[in-house]
């Protein structure tokens, strides 16, 4: 598990940097905030026994890619692909799979733009790659998949229909609420035209 840690935490450096970047030399920061966590032992060995995976490092790694895992949360939608190609893009990431359920949500609603990546961690005796699956969501996709995942802990997964149907009405007002706020965030940098109807006011 150690290399997974290790793992996590070059992620969390390299969007730590960015992060620091954007508050000292750029006049906007994409990034709100970033989380990590590990999957735990009883949680990785019901997944392992459940795939009938070997238990080496090697077997481990090959079969299970989200042992370690960070979130990375942004203002808006266009920030979540900006973010995304910034961090994928780096020399020493290595993209293995993309997920972009933004652009195709899931059924129940769930959007966000999950990756795989590897990166060397480099110990003592070598450098050893390392999976680390990395969530990029906006404030209103993670307020709403944190709902979700409380109701469904709570109902253990039996949720009641009433509800999942609440669920998915929230899903569709955190996406038109995202819209809203990217079509704002573009207005403010000039990317879009200001409605004619509107006037500055003075506050």
Known sequence: MLQYKF???EIVTKVTILQEE???????????HVSSRLKSSDS???????????????????????????????SFVS??????????????????????????????????????VEVPVFLSGGSVDVCVEIQFRTIA?????????????KYE?????????????AARTAAALDADMERLHRQVRGELPLDPVLRVVDV
Not at 22 to 32: G, S, V
Not at 46 to 65: L, P
Not at 157 to 169: I, N, T
Request: one cysteine or more.
């Open 141 to 153: 996709m993670d307020f709403w998949a944190s709902l979700e995942h409380k109701i469904y802990y």
């Open 79 to 116: 920030d979540v692909y900006d973010v995304f190609e910034m961090l994928t893009s780096q020399a020493d990431v290595r993209v293995l799979e993309v997920k972009d359920y933004i652009a195709n949500p899931k059924e129940n609603g769930y959007k966000s733009l999950h990756a795989i």
């Open 7 to 9: 793992g996590m935490d």
């Open 22 to 32: 954007f508050r000292e030399m750029r006049e906007y920061n994409p990034i709100e």
């Open 44 to 74: 990785l060995i019901e997944k392992i026994e459940r795939k009938g995976c070997d238990t080496s490092f090697e077997g481990i790694a090959g079969a299970i890619t989200d042992i370690a895992g960070v979130r990375i949360t942004c």
């Open 157 to 169: 997964r039996q949720v009641p229909q009433q509800l999942l149907d609440g669920l998915a009405d």
